[in-house]
C-alpha cells in the first residue's frame, strides 16, 4: 500500500509542477500583452483564452499535492474541543466526506469528459478547444485527491498532526 500511496505521490507532485509551468506561462502571455498593447501593436489573439484554460489546470492539477503536504484551509475549533476519542472519530469522518465529495466530483466530470470525447464538442473561443480538455484536469484532480483522502484515512499520517499557525502563507 506504500508502494501505492508514493506513486499518487509522485503523480501530484508532477501534475503540481506541470502547474508551475503554466502559470509561468501565463505571466510571459500577460507580460507580452502588455507590452504589445503599450507599444500600439496588436495584443495576442489567443492570449485570454489560453490564460483562462490554464487557469482551469491551475485550480485542478495542483489539488491532491495541496491535501498530500496539508496546504488546505481547515479549522480546528471543534476538533480540539473534544476528547481524543472525539478527535479521532471526527478525523475519520472529515476523511470519508472529503473522499466521498471528491469522488462524486470525479465521477461527475469524468462522464462530463466522456460525453465530450462521445460527441467531439468543442468550446469555440479565439481557438477551438475539444471540451474533453476541458473537463480532464477536474477528474484527475479530483480522484487523485480522493487517493490523498484515502491515505489519511486508512494510514497513519494525519491532516491534524501540524500546527495550523505553522502552515499559515503556506
Do not use: Q
Request: proline share 4%.
Amino acid at each position: 500500500m506504500d508502494i501505492f500511496f508514493k506513486i499518487v505521490g509522485w503523480a501530484s507532485l508532477a501534475l503540481a509542477s506541470l502547474v508551475k509551468l503554466i502559470l509561468a506561462a501565463i505571466v510571459i502571455e500577460v507580460v507580452l500583452d502588455v507590452i504589445l498593447r503599450n507599444l500600439n501593436y496588436r495584443p495576442i489573439g489567443w492570449g485570454v483564452s489560453a490564460t483562462e484554460y490554464g487557469l482551469l489546470y491551475a485550480a485542478f492539477l495542483p489539488m491532491p499535492w495541496l491535501v498530500r503536504i496539508k496546504g488546505h484551509v481547515f479549522v480546528e475549533f471543534l476538533r480540539r474541543a473534544l476528547p481524543a476519542a472525539g478527535r479521532t472519530i471526527l478525523e475519520k469522518l472529515v476523511y470519508l466526506i472529503c473522499v466521498g465529495l471528491s469522488l462524486y466530483l470525479t465521477w461527475y466530470a469524468f462522464g462530463a469528459f466522456l460525453d465530450a470525447l462521445r460527441t467531439g464538442a468543442y468550446e469555440t473561443k479565439t481557438f477551438d478547444m475539444p471540451k474533453w480538455l476541458i473537463f480532464l484536469p477536474i477528474a484527475v484532480g479530483f480522484f487523485l485527491s480522493a487517493l490523498e483522502w484515502v491515505r489519511y484515512l486508512v494510514g497513519s499520517d494525519s491532516l491534524y498532526n501540524v500546527d495550523p499557525l505553522e502552515r499559515e502563507g503556506l
